[in-house]
């Protein structure tokens, strides 16, 4: 009885010794798989989103830069003409001695069609200015390429280390079926001891019964009891 109630309790901290690491394996490989998922997901979708929302902020304000300065040097090359135009026919005028009304109106069109240019100008130097305003937004949008590479770089060593972890968790499930083979080795060792005690028991038991009385001499050696007995071979118990 207290060889079988070793075994119980032997068995039973098997059991719970298995449970244990099945849970906490189940635990660990559980949890680092929903942090992986959750923080890819995150990084992939904010980048996602703010890569989008900048390219197209990008491509709309350069368009539109774009066809203002075309406007401008379209309309700056035709007051360059025109301005060249008339100085030319004001010297013109100015060697030939011509003053006489109209070309003095002449002489008006022309200066006002100079602040006009310069007006011109000016607008155009501010589209300058915005452009390079739109340029240095093309290298903000440049250190955030980088900067999402850097967080896939990052994504790919999370990666690596969740890999690493599924190494572990398949090393833990081979661990785990050894150890469930050496219990299962053990158990059948354990029931075989205690079936060939109980069935030692009950032969020494029956023999006390049926044997004939015996002299004092026989009366006097006493019987080993097989839990003490060195006679029983001991089996051998597989190794954990």
């Known amino acids: 009885m207290q060889l079988q109630e070793q075994f119980d309790n032997l068995n039973a901290a098997h059991e719970t010794s298995k449970l244990e690491i099945e849970a906490s394996h189940s635990e660990k490989v559980e949890l680092l798989k929903k ?10 979708k904010g980048h996602e989103i703010e890569k989008k929302s900048l390219e197209d902020l990008l491509s709309e304000k350069q368009e539109s830069l774009e066809k203002q300065i075309n406007d401008l040097k379209s309309e700056n090359d035709a007051l360059n003409e025109k301005l060249k135009s008339e100085e030319q026919k004001r010297r013109a005028r100015e060697k030939a001695n011509l003053k006489n009304p109209q070309i003095m109106y002449l002489e008006q069109e022309l200066e006002s069609l100079k602040a006009v240019l310069e007006i011109k100008n000016e607008k155009l130097h501010q589209q300058d200015i915005k452009l390079m305003k739109m340029e240095k937004l093309v290298d903000n949008n440049t250190a955030l390429v980088d900067k999402l590479k850097r967080f896939q770089q990052e ?12 190494a572990i968790s398949r090393q833990l499930s081979t661990e785990q079926a050894v150890l469930q083979e050496s219990l299962e080795k053990e158990s059948k060792v354990n029931k075989r001891l205690s079936m060939e005690n109980e069935e030692l028991l009950w032969k020494l038991h029956n023999g006390d019964l049926c044997s004939p009385k015996r002299s004092p001499t026989s009366s006097a050696i006493p019987l080993q009891s097989p839990r003490n007995s060195g006679s029983f071979p001991s089996p051998s118990i597989s190794p954990r």
Do not use: F, G, Q, V
């Open 35 to 44: 942090a992986y998922e959750a923080s890819l997901s995150e990084i992939k």
């Open 155 to 166: 994504n790919e060593e999370l990666k690596a280390r969740m890999d690493k972890h599924m």
